[in-house]
T-cell receptor, first 112, second 112 residues
Framework: DGGITQSPKYLFRKEGQNVTLSCEQN?????MYWYRQDPGQGLRLIYY???????QKGDIAEGYSVSREKKESFPLTVTSAQKNPTAFYLC???????????FGPGTRLTVL | DQQVKQNSPSLSVQEGRISILNCDYT??????FLWYKKYPAEGPTFLIS?????DKNEDGRFTVFLNKSAKHLSLHIVPSQPGDSAVYFC???????????FGDGTTLTVKP
């Protein structure tokens, strides 16, 4: 089946630890995105990538890092510099950067 | 400054009636608009879109209207069904920007 996967669904980490969230797609999409959703709020863009080996900061990139070494994969690292990392993280992909986005099921990160 | 606003956090309608969800934007460079539907603890799914060269796009029970002069778009669902109960996000993009900006969402409840 074609789709976009995120793992794990739930993640717990201690404060001060870096953590990497996985995002994989087999849709052959060029563009990939990371969003954060907090309760009662919309999706805020963290990072996006329009092509392999290239990515740009979104609206709330501080404390996060990404890589795009392969077309299929766009992992997000939440660093200890992120002051409030507990949130629901969503990854998405699209054929090009100007199409509708296909979202993964999300990862809920809780930092204790 | 929030560029995409959904001023109604929630909307409740009776099954069979029309649901109208509204969205306002401030950036006149936006030229592509999308609506997504989201269930709790899941990723959003694409619903319908409209290009700025059109003022209406229809897909089954869903119709999106765009009023560029007012920088306003709306999603009409007719007839509403209980399964339509979800959070609806409006999103806007600029063809050259390579990313979308999301509103905070409107929670639609359709009562049987």
């Amino acid at each position: 089946d074609g789709g976009i996967t995120q793992s794990p669904k739930y993640l717990f980490r201690k404060e001060g630890q870096n953590v990497t969230l996985s995002c994989e797609q087999n849709l052959n999409h060029d563009a990939m995105y990371w969003y954060r959703q907090d309760p009662g709020q919309g999706l805020r863009l963290i990072y996006y990538s329009q092509i392999v080996n290239d990515f740009q900061k979104g609206d709330i990139a501080e404390g996060y890092s990404v890589s795009r070494e392969k077309k299929e994969s766009f992992p997000l690292t939440v660093t200890s510099a992120q002051k409030n990392p507990t949130a629901f993280y969503l990854c998405a992909s699209s054929p090009t950067s100007n199409n509708e986005q296909f979202f993964g099921p999300g990862t809920r990160l809780t930092v204790l | 400054d929030q560029q995409v606003k959904q001023n109604s956090p929630s909307l409740s309608v009776q099954e069979g009636r029309i649901s109208i969800l509204n969205c306002d934007y401030t950036n006149s460079m936006f030229d592509y608009f999308l609506w997504y539907k989201k269930y709790p603890a899941e990723g959003p799914t694409f619903l319908i879109s409209i290009s700025s060269i059109k003022d209406k796009n229809e897909d089954g029970r869903f119709t999106v209207f765009l009023n560029k002069s007012a920088k306003h778009l709306s999603l009409h669902i007719v007839p509403s069904q209980p399964g339509d109960s979800a959070v609806y996000f409006c999103a806007a993009s600029n063809t050259n920007a390579g990313k979308s900006t999301f509103g905070d969402g409107t929670t639609l409840t359709v009562k049987p």
